[in-house]
């Protein structure tokens, strides 16, 4: 079974600076290319993955010094904490959708598919885009679309929703494309469904609550030299983890000491973000948005 491609791949890797005999977490195994190339670079050390998706456990790899747990990456702590772990030599998140899932109609993601509207990364979970759509309150989805999809009109758009499903349930992507034909902007379509659909997989999987939980943890179990890698796609997750890296803290406020130097628990790596080059996007046109962040611990 194939996700997709390994999103800045080399970067991540040497990024990293991995010791053969340490102790590393990939945070979202998805296809486990990242993983492979990890676990080549090691000897005697450890890889631990994590990915809440049943579909994901099913490309674990089969070595003695990996171990895939599924789970989300909000709980890392309790799980290394389980397995006797408090400290790491690095890890790595990939924060992108997986090409697979995208491309998997029952799934949910895409606009391009009529399937139902599902989108739940861990399909244990109860919430469903379908709940969201047909529950929340003209507010409520106003806040989430204006929030996660940082978009125009949000508003209107969520007035046609809950216009439409006084007459019929929201249930499939065709049901939604109906009922907010008409608050679209004709230029940009695709751009802006995309941003509606971002903004309905966020709420339906808590995304950014659990990448707050997720960054403070692993800040807490990196040991002093540890490399932290960071792939964002979108403004939300990129400012927390800007913040983070930067300040210590994802709220960006400089702690400063007596001389008013910034005291920081982390050293960035590349004050810029890193970005897929031409060739990546050329085999990979879903990275475009992508933005990678490194930073060794202090």
């Known amino acids: 079974m194939s996700y997709h491609q390994p999103v ?6 040497e990024g990293l600076n991995i010791r053969p005999d340490g102790i590393y977490v990939d945070l979202t195994y998805g296809g486990g290319g990242h993983s492979k190339e ?13 990915d809440q998706d049943a579909e994901a456990e099913s490309n674990a790899l089969n070595d003695d010094r990996f171990l895939f747990i599924r789970g989300n990456f909000r709980y890392v702590r309790n799980w290394l904490h389980f397995y006797g772990i408090e400290g790491i ?13 995208i491309d998997r109609p029952e799934r949910g993601f895409s606009f391009r598919f009529n ?8 399909t244990d979970a109860n919430l469903t885009a379908r709940e969201v759509l047909n529950t929340y309150s003209s507010d409520d989805l106003t806040d989430i679309f204006n929030r996660y999809g940082e978009l125009e009109y949000a508003g209107k758009i969520s007035s ?12 499939c992507v065709d049901d939604l494309l109906n009922a907010i034909h008409g608050c679209v902007p004709v230029h940009h379509r695709q751009k802006y469904l995309a941003k509606i659909f971002q903004a309905l997989r966020i709420e339906v999987n ?3 609550n659990a990448l707050s939980e997720m960054l403070e943890q692993i800040t807490g179990l990196l040991l002093s030299g540890a490399r932290f890698c960071v792939i964002t796609y979108h403004s939300l997750e990129d400012r927390l983890v800007k913040n983070l890296f930067r300040s ?12 008013g130097n910034v005291r920081s628990l982390y050293k960035q790596i590349n004050r810029k973000v ?11 046109s879903r990275a475009r948005s992508a933005k990678l962040r490194i930073a060794e611990k202090l």
């Open 8 to 13: 800045l791949l080399k970067e991540c890797i």
């Open 38 to 50: 990890i676990l080549k670079r090691l000897s005697t050390g450890r890889l631990i993955a994590f």
């Open 274 to 284: 890193i970005c897929p080059g031409e060739m990546e996007l050329k085999q990979n």
């Open 248 to 259: 210590g803290n994802l709220e960006g406020e400089m702690d400063k000491d007596f001389y």
């Open 89 to 101: 030599d690095g890890a790595l998140a990939d924060l992108g959708i997986s090409s697979w899932h």
């Open 206 to 208: 808590d995304e950014i």
């Open 160 to 171: 046609y929703i809950v216009k439409y499903r006084k007459d019929s349930p929201v249930k």
């Open 115 to 122: 399937s139902i509207l599902d989108m739940r990364m861990n």
